[in-house]
């Protein structure tokens, strides 16, 4: 079993720029979350997923950022455009249901300069 | 609402201690309740769970029991090893998908 990828896997990028991650969870999972780490802030999710349609993205900070589930095998976050304080560690998770544990991916660096 | 508490890190043993760190957690219902480990550089990976009241988890010597009258799922290993640094979390989950994770503890182990 792959685990759940993530790329890229470090991000560097001056503010303005768009980025988008990408996440591809364990196959036959069908919930996925995405999440965002700082030592500030701890461990906060930003939206999940299940059977591909969004079921709350609450935790989204603003509206530059934005995520997609086309299928059940990839999802996007995208952030448009980057700031300096968006700078953190991205990560993807999977649960194969109701109550079961979720996966992690290794997680995206982002850096934006 | 549903909430996680767990001890302020960090917390720095040496190798052969005994470890426990303490988690509390406010939910309705009857949560599954859950530790995941994050090892640097790494995601979040899971260490063990307890579905119900009075089941143990345990993985890797390490272990966590469902108490439910004090709503405590401390996690515990008799003797440590360097390898253990890492930062533990304790989550909860009550349905709706949404797991709730704990602030994390950051645990350093020094030969």
């Known amino acids: 079993d792959a685990g759940v990828i993530q790329s890229p896997r470090h991000e560097v990028t001056e503010m303005g720029q768009e980025v988008t991650l990408r996440c591809k969870p364990i196959s036959g999972h069908n919930s996925l979350f995405w999440y965002r780490q700082t030592m500030m802030r701890g461990l906060e999710l930003l939206i999940y997923f299940n059977n591909n349609v969004p079921i709350d993205d609450s935790g989204m900070p603003e509206d530059r950022f934005s995520a997609k589930m086309p299928n059940a095998s990839f999802s996007t976050l995208k952030i448009q455009p980057s700031e300096p304080r968006d700078s953190a560690v991205y990560f993807c998770?999977?649960?194969?249901?109701?109550?079961?544990?979720?996966?992690f991916g290794p997680g995206t660096r982002l850096t934006v300069t | 609402g549903n909430s996680v508490t767990q001890m302020e890190g960090p917390v720095t043993l040496s190798e052969e201690a005994f470890l426990t760190i303490n988690c509390t957690y406010t939910?309705?219902?009857?949560?599954?309740l859950f530790w995941y480990v994050q090892y640097p550089g790494e995601g979040l990976q899971l260490l063990l769970k307890?579905?119900?009241?009075?089941d143990k988890g345990s993985n890797k010597g390490f272990e966590a029991t469902y108490r439910k009258e004090t709503t405590s799922f401390h996690l515990e290993k008799g003797s440590v090893q360097v390898s253990d640094s890492a930062v533990y979390f304790c989550a909860l989950y009550t349905g709706g998908f949404k797991t709730i994770f704990g602030a994390g503890t950051r645990l350093f182990v020094k030969a």
């Open positions: 998770a999977s649960s194969g249901g109701d109550g079961l544990a979720a996966y």
């Open positions: 307890a579905t119900k009241a009075d």
């Open positions: 939910a309705t219902g009857y949560p599954s």
